[in-house]
């Protein structure tokens, strides 16, 4: 199974505070994804990136949020303002052109 | 909209015996994957077995097999022989066909393994 890392694997932040969680997928996979799973519930889609900019985005993926690939590599979601509610895991997601998506080890957030 | 039910929120199994976990969804689609993926206490997610709607037989993995009826929009997963490291959360999803298409997950089961 191809691997993904995410980076840090614990963030603990203040509301109110932005927050930036990274994930670095194969290279040469296509479409990225980010998930989130509030502790204790299913996991839900945020938001899927192809060809540099978003494809799809659910209704949790609000202004607060927002997706980038700077470097072409890296793959980052950035939370504005966090809220209590933000605590959760969030998992980055990846697919080249095989149909299986492959999940990073996710980042647990936490918002006190 | 998709949606994806899991019916069964726990359920257990004795070492080396067979268990089954149902899942459904609903969908207007005719071209579309079903995935199970398993969610251990470390909370990485794995995936377990694919299934693409547009073949009639089911999908075997080692122990693990589904039971996919497209009529009724099921998609069961059969794990045999099971053993300890078995236990886990397991999560039905669905994907429509289509090039950046999202996951919709349904929410889970944990299944428990008991010697």
Known sequence: EPEVTQTPSHQVTQMGQEVILRCVPISNHLYFYWYRQILGQKVEFLVSFYNNEISEKSEIFDDQFSVERPDGSNFTLKIRSTKLEDSAMYFCAHRSQGDEQYFGPGTRLTVT | ?115
């Open chain 2, 1 to 115: 909209a998709q949606t994806v039910t899991q019916s069964q929120p726990e359920m257990s199994v004795q070492e080396a015996e067979t268990v089954t976990l149902s899942c459904t969804y609903d969908t207007s689609e005719s071209d579309y994957y079903l995935f199970w993926y398993k969610q251990p206490p470390s909370r990485q997610m794995i995936l377990v077995i694919r299934q693409e709607a547009y073949k009639q037989q089911n999908a075997t993995e080692n122990r693990f097999s589904v039971n996919f009826q497209k009529a009724a929009k099921s998609f069961s997963l059969k794990i045999s022989d099971s053993q300890l490291g078995d236990a886990a959360m397991y999560f039905c999803a669905y994907r429509r066909a289509g090039t950046a298409s999202k996951l919709t997950f349904g929410t889970g089961t944990r299944l428990q393994v008991t010697l």
